[in-house]
């Protein structure tokens, strides 16, 4: 499988083993409209890798990815809009549907988008420096596109409902206490750590790993399918209103968004 027309995923390889960096490290990785169709066409690339027995993703400089870039929806259209919400839905299921053990190596902000990526990955690895978050309501949105899914799913429905009506961020240790990350290593030995699991994965019996996360993955694909198009629908809705605008406004003025519910 080639990979070398992904412009911000750097795609490498080590052995059976998989490395996706996601690659705009000047913006904590967030995801620009391109950006964002590149990650809707990564896991079907994936799945239909045969050199690739299993993939550790994680991202360049600071961040694993902080999630949709503001500026990019200050000039979204609304075919891009529409584009952008087709995407989500099949970023999320097309992930789910990858045999191949993922694992994310979280080495700094996992936020939104960001954060869902990492979470509905097969094993959560943490830098002692992460931090973890799904601040959509505080841009004015619901955490419409995986959000409502994982989170409950991890962490149970109170506490999920807790971070996702707040947006707060929770820090790499809190993370593990509470189930969200399986766990937590110095930040010198993420990658270590993640590569060496993936090695072990890749070189196990294939057919009975892969089963395995298949089956449980069912769950999570029928959590996906019943809540999905609803959250995304909720959170589409949203970017119509003014309460979104308020904080788009907000974030590029640098200054508090005043809310009305409108």
């Known amino acids: 499988m080639d990979y070398r027309h992904y412009e911000y995923l750097e795609v490498t390889r080590e052995g059976p083993v998989l490395v996706v960096s996601f690659n705009r490290p000047e913006s904590l990785n967030a995801m620009n409209g391109e950006f964002h169709t590149e990650m809707s066409r990564l896991f079907p690339d994936i799945a239909q890798d045969r050199e690739t027995g299993a993939v550790v993703m994680t991202g360049r400089g600071k961040a694993f990815s902080a999630g949709g870039d503001i500026k990019w929806f200050t000039e979204m259209t609304s075919e891009q809009l529409d584009r952008l919400f087709a995407e989500a839905r099949r970023i999320i299921i097309d992930l789910l549907e990858v045999e191949q053990p993922i694992i994310s190596a979280i080495n700094g902000f996992a936020t ?12 959560i690895i943490a830098s002692e420096k992460a ?89 999570l694909r029928d959590t996906a399918n019943l809540v999905l198009d609803t959250s995304l629908a909720l959170e589409k809705q949203c970017f119509h209103t003014e309460d979104h605008r308020e904080a788009i406004n907000a974030f590029m003025e640098k200054r508090r968004p005043v809310f009305t519910g409108r």
């Open 112 to 123: 939104g988008l960001g954060a869902t990526i990492a979470l509905f990955s097969d094993i």
């Open 131 to 219: 931090r973890i978050g799904d601040p959509h309501v505080q841009v004015g949105v619901v955490a419409g596109d995986g959000g409502a899914v994982i989170w409950p799913w991890l962490i149970g429905a109170a506490r999920a409902k807790e971070f996702l009506m707040t947006g707060d961020l929770v820090d790499a240790r809190e993370a593990e206490r509470i189930g969200l990350v399986n766990r937590v290593v110095a930040h010198d030995e993420l990658m270590p750590t993640a590569m060496a699991l993936a090695k072990r994965l890749a070189e196990g019996p294939a057919q009975a790993i892969r089963g395995t996360k298949m089956s449980v993955n069912q769950i």
